[in-house]
């Protein structure tokens, strides 16, 4: 059975979030109460490149480590703290992942599962360009 998180908690997270800032409380309350809470001890891997994704996850402690693999090898792309998200675009595509995620240190997450990620944006407009904007990072 699930570990899901306290949906109020999970909601001040999301609105703590750059990416969910705007978005209206009833929206984001569907949204917060699909994640469970996740542990990550140091070095395991999130998510890995290359894989169909379909989770998102909220940090909510540690720290993520962002690797893209090359021919000549694996290149540390970024390191994502507490209140980072990612997995988002793949989730939102159905597409693959681009890079593969590990955690850098023992390490919290709140995931949520594609399921009720895509029932959510359905539903919400908002959510959805919120979402849209946040790829604007990639760029």
Same mark, same amino acid.
């Given at each position: 059975?699930?570990?899901?998180?306290? !949906? %109020? $908690?999970? =909601?001040?997270? @999301?609105r703590a979030t750059? /990416?969910? #800032?705007?978005? !209206? %409380? $009833?929206? =984001?309350?569907? @949204?917060?109460?699909?994640? /469970?809470? #996740?542990?990550? !001890?140091?070095?395991?891997?999130?998510?890995?490149?290359?894989?169909?994704?379909?989770?998102?996850?909220?940090?909510?402690?540690?720290?993520?480590?962002?690797?893209?693999?090359?021919?000549?090898?694996?290149?540390?792309?970024?390191?994502?703290?507490?209140?980072?998200?990612?997995?988002?675009?793949?989730?939102?595509?159905?597409?693959?992942?681009?890079?593969?995620?590990?955690?850098?240190?023992?390490?919290?997450?709140?995931?949520?599962?594609?399921?009720?990620?895509?029932?959510?944006?359905?539903?919400?407009?908002?959510?959805?360009?919120?979402?849209?904007?946040?790829?604007?990072?990639?760029?």
């Amino acid at each position: 059975m699930p570990n899901f998180a306290d !949906p %109020d $908690e999970v =909601l001040v997270l @999301l609105r703590a979030t750059t /990416v969910f #800032r705007d978005v !209206p %409380d $009833e929206d =984001l309350a569907a @949204l917060a109460a699909g994640f /469970v809470l #996740r542990k990550f !001890p140091a070095g395991d891997v999130a998510v890995r490149g290359g894989e169909r994704g379909h989770e998102i996850f909220l940090i909510t402690s540690g720290a993520f480590d962002v690797f893209a693999s090359e021919i000549d090898g694996r290149y540390r792309l970024d390191t994502l703290r507490t209140g980072a998200i990612f997995g988002e675009i793949a989730a939102l595509t159905g597409g693959r992942r681009y890079a593969t995620v590990q955690a850098a240190v023992d390490s919290t997450a709140l995931v949520n599962e594609e399921t009720n990620f895509h029932q959510v944006l359905r539903a919400s407009r908002p959510l959805s360009e919120a979402i849209l904007r946040s790829l604007d990072r990639y760029a």
